[in-house]
């Protein structure tokens, strides 16, 4: 099959101080043949599901859309610790909005009952196929990231006593990320993720997820 995947973006509020932009995600998916799933049963009662392949092109297509916010922070200290003479940490929060609808929903066509099974399970005629295709299940979510990095003005004297101020990148970057999904049945709180980078005093490369 063929993947093909477009996205969209533009600036709803071009601010210096606060950013907005909205985006739309587009997904396209080809293939030559789907699937039709039935089950059957036996002279001894015993069910077993059979899957025919249906040959023939078939297209599917899918989108989310997205409203994401964000803005910068800076803090500023004068605090000396360790050869260090002040401080400066940057935080840029990010609150965001996306929405992508169930697409399992009889309206798309992408879905369908197994025939003969009185459970009225489903599946996507595109199962199984190796470039995706649409999925189950309505998302409205709201994400949330804090990306951080704290920078130090370190002073330091050579051998005939000039100071000497050099600034260094402590913490690259600190992120932290979750997700709150209105739509899900159960588990609408995501995963708080947390990933950080740093190159301390350009020796030591250190990345901790």
Do not use: C
Not at 62 to 70: C, D, K, Q, R, Y
């Amino acid at each position: 099959g063929l993947r093909h995947t477009a996205s969209i973006n533009g600036n709803v509020i071009p601010g210096k101080t606060i950013t907005g932009t909205a985006a739309i995600r587009l997904n396209e998916f080809w293939y030559p043949s789907t699937i039709r799933r039935r089950q059957e049963t036996d002279e001894s009662g015993r069910t077993r599901t059979i899957d025919e392949q249906i040959r023939g092109f078939a297209a599917a297509r899918t989108f989310t859309t997205s409203l994401n916010f964000a803005t910068t922070v800076y803090g500023i200290s004068q605090t000396k610790i360790a050869g260090f003479e002040g401080f400066r940490h940057t935080v840029r929060p990010s609150l965001g909005v996306s929405f992508s609808p169930d697409f399992s929903d009889e309206q798309w066509g992408y879905f369908r009952e197994v025939e003969g099974d009185t459970t009225g399970r489903t599946y996507s005629i595109f199962e199984g196929g190796i470039v995706g295709g649409p999925t189950a299940g309505r998302s409205q979510s709201l994400n949330l990231s804090i990306n951080n990095s704290l920078e130090a003005k370190r002073v330091r004297r050579d051998t005939s006593g000039v100071k000497k101020e050099e600034n260094v990148r402590l913490i690259d970057n600190l992120s932290l990320s979750t997700n709150y999904n209105f739509a899900a049945e159960r588990n609408k709180l995501g995963n708080l993720t947390a990933n950080m980078r740093s190159n301390i005093l350009n020796k030591i490369s250190v990345n901790v997820n």
